[in-house]
């Protein structure tokens, strides 16, 4: 499959210009043309900005799940921290406060569990059986790294990579 992307350039503050990607946008959403810096390759092979990604193929349940997502990951990161809820957790910062800490490692703790809670239940709800129930995607890990795989995106070399690819060109460096 070959999809045409148009390129738009902007001049950089400091000279230069930029590339942007013109979303096409997704089946559900044709007339997007919003300037992105990334696009994802979405379910079913379009390449789309994050917000048509996100308006053709998260259901409503999903996006509680992303921003309960957000918010233990920024909690995390003022914790001093980093974003992935694969890493240890965070210890007191020197200077933080200790009712600041644990208020704060409270909050990020519960914002985890709900996160992960609804991606569960969203799995389950696209991969019903009993796969999905017993020793499908049941730990915390395994929903993180679907996540992650989740937020595939393309720059525009790499989408020039991967139209070579689909047309079975040789790939140029
Ligand atoms: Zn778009």
Same mark, same amino acid.
Not at 62 to 77: G, N, V, Y
């Given at each position: 499959?070959?999809?045409?992307?148009?390129?738009?350039?902007?001049?950089?503050?400091?000279?230069?210009?930029?590339?942007?990607?013109?979303?096409?946008?997704?089946?559900?959403?044709?007339?997007?043309?919003?300037? #992105?810096?990334?696009?994802? &390759?979405?379910?079913?092979?379009?390449?789309?900005? !994050? $917000?048509?990604?996100?308006? +053709?193929? /998260?259901?409503?349940?999903?996006?509680?799940?992303?921003?309960?997502?957000?918010?233990?990951?920024?909690?995390?990161?003022?914790?001093?921290?980093?974003?992935?809820?694969?890493?240890?957790?965070?210890?007191?910062?020197?200077?933080?406060?200790?009712?600041?800490?644990?208020?704060?490692?409270?909050?990020?703790?519960? #914002?985890?569990?709900?996160? &992960?809670?609804?991606?569960?239940?969203?799995?389950? !709800? $696209?991969?019903?059986?009993? +796969?999905? /129930?017993?020793?499908?995607?049941?730990?915390?890990?395994?929903?993180?790294?679907?996540?992650?795989?989740?937020?595939?995106?393309?720059?525009?070399?790499?989408?020039?990579?991967?139209?070579?690819?689909?047309?079975?060109?040789?790939?140029?460096?």
């Amino acid at each position: 499959m070959e999809q045409r992307v148009r390129i738009v350039w902007t001049p950089c503050r400091f000279g230069g210009l930029r590339p942007w990607f013109q979303c096409s946008g997704s089946p559900s959403r044709p007339a997007c043309g919003r300037r #992105a810096a990334k696009l994802y &390759l979405a379910i079913g092979s379009v390449f789309a900005c !994050r $917000r048509c990604h996100h308006l +053709a193929y /998260e259901s409503q349940s999903e996006r509680p799940a992303h921003r309960a997502l957000r918010k233990a990951r920024k909690l995390r990161m003022r914790l001093g921290g980093g974003p992935s809820l694969l890493d240890a957790f965070p210890e007191r910062p020197p200077r933080m406060h200790r009712l600041t800490f644990w208020t704060l490692s409270a909050k990020a703790l519960a #914002a985890q569990g709900r996160a &992960l809670g609804l991606e569960i239940d969203e799995i389950r !709800r $696209r991969f019903p059986g009993p +796969a999905s /129930e017993e020793n499908g995607f049941s730990s915390p890990q395994d929903v993180t790294s679907m996540v992650k795989r989740r937020e595939r995106f393309f720059t525009p070399r790499a989408l020039a990579a991967w139209n070579a690819r689909a047309r079975g060109l040789p790939r140029h460096s």
